[in-house]
Structures are given as C-alpha cells and as structure tokens.
C-alpha cells in the first residue's frame, strides 16, 4: 500500500501564487505539499517567459520572470514545503476531516484544506508527433528552458515560431556552439521586434534559420540526441547534427479533473467569494488566474493578495475553534515548521 502523506494545506499549482501561497500558510504556521502537472516550479513564469522582464511586480521595478521564481522559492525555504513535480491531481475526495488527494504518479496525500493556484488550468507541452520522442525528453529534448548556461557550447536546435521560440534563439545564440531555428514558413508569429533582431543574427551567421522545413524524426543513441531530421512539405530531406532540441509549440491548458470536483466552474474559471477565495466547496480555496469574481484583475499583485486570503481562511478549517490574533510579520517574525 502506497504511503499516504499528511499535510495542512495542499496546494495545487507550484507558479508564482501556488510558492506564494507557500509562503502565506507558512506564515500561519501550517505545512503544505504542493502539487504541479509541469516538470519545474513557477508555472507559465517557468515554461513561457522566464528571461522576460516583468514590470509589475511591487518593489521590483524590473525582474525577469526566472529570478522571481528563484525569490519565491527562497522565500519559503523556512517552512520546508514539500513539492512533488511532473504530475497531476487526478482524484479527489472528502473522507471525515481530510481531503484525499491521488496524483497520476501514485502520490497520496490527505490534507485538511486545498488552495487551487493552477493558473489557467494544468499546463502541458504540446508535443510534436515523433516517434520516440519521450525517450530523449529531460535529457535532450526539452519543452521549457530555465538556465541558458544549460546549452553553453551545444549544438541547439529550436522549433517554433512563437515568442518562446524566438526569444531563445536570441538568448542562446551567444552561448551555444550552434544554433538552428526550424519553422515550416518565413512568418513568425512572435515580436515583430524580435523577430528582426533574430534575422540580423541569421544574417551575420550567428544562427541559421531553416525554413520551410518541418520536424520529421529523431536520431540518437538512449536518452541523448544526436541529429535531427527535417523535411520540407514536398519531401526535401536535411539531416541536422544535435545535441539538444528545444521544442516550442505551445502549451495546452485544461481543468482536466479539477471539472469533476463539484466547483463552480465557468468558462474555465473558478468562482470564488472574493474575500476569502473559498470556493462553494467547503475547504477547498482559488487563487490567481484560475480564480473569478467581480472585476477581478488578472495580475500577478492580484493573487499575492488572494493567496493572503486563502490561507486566513484555511486556517479556520486547519485549526477549528481556534481564535487567529493577526499579527504583521515585523512582529512575528518568520515562524519554523517542521518538514511537510
């Protein structure tokens, strides 16, 4: 029998507001597991944009997506969260005082109170039809980027023709050995500014732009790429020495199971009491994107206050009968939890 583990509060969602959520409940001295589809935290912040600047984010003027993450993830380093990756919440279900959560892996966790930060929905690669493709995924094909240093002095090969695509691109082409941009057409659907920049690269031979060609199969040997071969739409074959493929085609965006759970879903959003995040669920709260109320604002500010919310109120569930005197944290301090 699986183990079963046993938490405060498990989050479902490891973005920007699932950490900060972390963060809120932590301070309230309740432990927390956290629970994310994607292989690495920080959620669209990770897997979109994670060297683009952000401009909105309170006392940070500018902060490109990657280095807050890595700030949200110090800052909850004190309460010892516990983080399982790469996996879905798939089942749910209320047996006396715990929620019993199972996730695709085979994950147990029975937790008093659920705060749903799941952005948009779980995210996942749209994943190009190669054969064998899983087999290199992690080592040498890779659907999200965090570290460029990761490519220093490899031979890249991106497909795409989003922002993603093109934006590393322009990233990496001071840093890998070689860099190939694959795009079955001379339109890319990313800033136009971008999209020049990479060209004048192109242009003066710091990467190569293979167009029209299309992703066809894979060569290697075990979990390490070797080539990669395209062709064009009438047949015309090139062979591509590699040694890491960056796939951007999109990330797909559903409820997935989250539908199942008696919510109050519309249009693929979560209606929340705006003062507490709760659902019409008892013990199970929303935060961030997925959330919905009155002129609701989506940004990130936005639901740094929701995960503020959400774990005042989980704590009445966490804790019945027990009085929270508020406190700022210049005068509690940062509280010590044990491991989650």
Known sequence: MSEIYTTDVAIIGAGPIGLF???????????????????????????????????????????????????????IEPFKPAIHLNQQVTELEKIGEYWHLSTSRGLKIRARAIIIAAGAGAFGPNKPPLDNIDRFEGQSVHYMVQRREDFRDQRIVIAGGGDSAVDWALSLAGVAAEVYVIHRRDRFRAIPESVAQMKALADAGKIELVIPYQLASLEGEDDQLQAVIVKTLGGEERRIEADHLLSFFGLASKLGPINDWGLDILNGVINVEPTTCATNVEGIFAVGDIANYPHKLKLILSGFSEAAQAAHAAYRIVNP????????????GVPALEPA
């Not at 994607?38 to 006392?59: H, M, N, R, V, W």
């Not at 009968?321 to 509690?332: I, P």
């Open 21 to 75: 959520s972390v963060f809120q409940c932590g301070m309230l001295k309740m432990s927390c597991h956290v629970i994310d589809a994607l292989p690495a935290t920080g959620g669209q912040c990770s897997a979109l944009y994670p060297e683009k600047p952000l401009f909105d984010i309170p006392a940070a003027p500018n902060i490109n997506a990657v280095d807050l993450i890595a700030r949200l993830e110090k800052q």
């Open 321 to 332: 009968g027990q009085a929270l005197n508020f406190e700022h944290s210049t005068t509690s």
